[in-house]
Nanobody, 126 residues
Framework: VQLQASGGGLVQPGGSLRLSCTTS????????IGWFHQAPGKEREGVSC????????YYADSVKGRFAISRDNGKNTVYLQMNSLKPEDTAVYYC????????????????????WGQGTQVTVSS
């Protein structure tokens, strides 16, 4: 089971990025996928989660209305469209897989996700 996050970079405040989580070694349409981020010196936080059939999505309050999660099971890829980026969004972003989205207040709970990929750095700065 492998997941790989990509698409990070440096962007100015108010800008946009689209992250991709590319998967292999398992049947993606059997799994929910969550996005998480971790800023330097801070704990990992759940950002968003999408159910296996894309029927349900969840968002942390801090990103609601700015981020959008989607998936293309045929391409084994889950996306996180990030708009109106803020400096506080700066972090390493990770994707992870689980059978269902386990969330609290819209924020996925990382302890319940079994498979993790390497992260991608997102830096929001002028």
């Amino acid at each position: 089971v492998q997941l790989q996050a990509s698409g990070g970079g440096l962007v100015q405040p108010g800008g946009s990025l689209r992250l991709s989580c590319t998967t292999s070694g398992f049947t993606l349409d059997h799994y929910a996928i969550g996005w998480f981020h971790q800023a330097p010196g801070k704990e990992r936080e759940g950002v968003s989660c999408i159910s296996d059939n894309a029927g349900t999505t969840y968002y942390a309050d801090s990103v609601k209305g700015r981020f959008a999660i989607s998936r293309d099971n045929g391409k084994n890829t889950v996306y996180l469209q990030m708009n109106s980026l803020k400096p506080e969004d700066t972090a390493v972003y990770y994707c992870a897989a689980n059978y269902v989205c386990i969330e609290v207040g819209g924020s996925p709970v990382g302890l319940h996700f079994d498979y993790w990929g390497q992260g991608t750095q997102v830096t929001v700065s002028s």
